[in-house]
């Protein structure tokens, strides 16, 4: 800051009463000041920033995920699995010029949104609601040399009324959990930040948690207050693990998805679980 003040205060600036010029307004601590350029610097600026808009613009970003997902019902057991690669356009094209390059990617594999948080997909950031089209490319289950272990530790009725869950998780680098409690139940509170639940757009809750080598058991707890009434379940929590990198992050079929994108186009790729579970 105090070289850019400098500069602009410097009689080598142009004079912005002598030539045509343009204005940049830098702010700090102390206030505000104007920075003066001629013309053809603010041409040169322009410029760069223009192509290297372009060029980013230009380039057809897609996340793909080697997903494999497991469903369980109230009394624990499974009743839903399969596997895929879970594709996200984030271009407003979709796919659409990427499927004459790879045939099998067309809307006759679009993803539907299961009755589910997060429509049951491995969502690494809270962006369900931006990216609307997304495609499901059915394939065998990943080879992973270790397993997301996810378990209802304990179950405590609190003395003002709630229900609290205590979870404990063992799983990679970085994982997702996603909740959704049963009407009329509500999400009271949790071991997580203050303590106080912010739902997501379209009403899950979303936790990103991430950790570094050797971590012990991450372990969390939520609070639910509503009826009396547990037949149906209170909420429905899911995980998401998520290997972005080591020998987990790869598959045979991700690999040999990265390689028939076109040159235009920047794919990247990792490996995800979804285990849901009902209490």
């Known amino acids: 800051m105090g070289v850019l003040k400098y500069l602009a205060s410097s009689h080598l600036l142009a004079d912005s009463s002598e030539y045509r010029h343009g204005n940049l307004v830098f ?6 000041f104007v920075l003066s350029y001629p013309a053809r610097i603010g041409t040169i600026v322009n410029y760069i920033i223009g192509t290297v808009a372009l060029f980013y613009l230009s380039k057809n970003t897609i996340k793909y995920k080697r997903a494999a997902r497991t469903f369980h019902n109230l009394n624990g057991e499974v009743v839903k699995t399969d596997s895929g690669i879970w594709i996200n356009a984030f271009d407003y094209s979709g796919l659409f010029h990427v499927t004459p390059h790879i045939p099998e990617l067309n809307d006759t594999v679009r993803a539907p949104c299961e009755d589910a948080p997060f429509c049951g997909y491995p969502w690494f950031f809270p962006v369900h609601f931006l990216l609307r089209k997304n495609w499901y490319l059915p394939t065998p289950p990943p080879p992973l040399s270790e ?4 378990k209802l530790a304990s179950r405590e009725e609190m003395p003002w009324g709630a229900t609290r869950l205590n979870f404990e998780v063992k799983g ?15 999400l009271s509170s949790w071991s997580l930040g203050d303590g106080i639940p912010v739902p997501s757009n379209g009403g899950d809750y979303f936790v990103y948690y991430s950790h570094g080598l050797q971590a012990p058991v991450w372990k969390f707890w939520i609070e639910l207050k ?3 009434d547990y037949s149906d379940g209170m909420v429905t929590v899911a ?3 998520h290997y972005f990198f080591g020998s987990n992050q790869h598959s045979p079929q991700l690999d040999a998805l990265l390689h028939k ?17 009902v209490y």
């Open 27 to 32: 702010f700090d601590m102390s206030g505000f």
């Open 147 to 150: 397993n997301m272990v996810f």
């Open 172 to 186: 990679p680098s970085h994982m997702t959990v996603y909740v959704r409690p049963h009407d009329p139940f509500v």
């Open 226 to 228: 509503g009826s009396d």
């Open 239 to 241: 995980v998401a693990s």
């Open 261 to 277: 994108f076109p040159d235009w186009s920047f794919p990247s790729s990792w490996v995800s679980t979804y285990d849901l579970f």
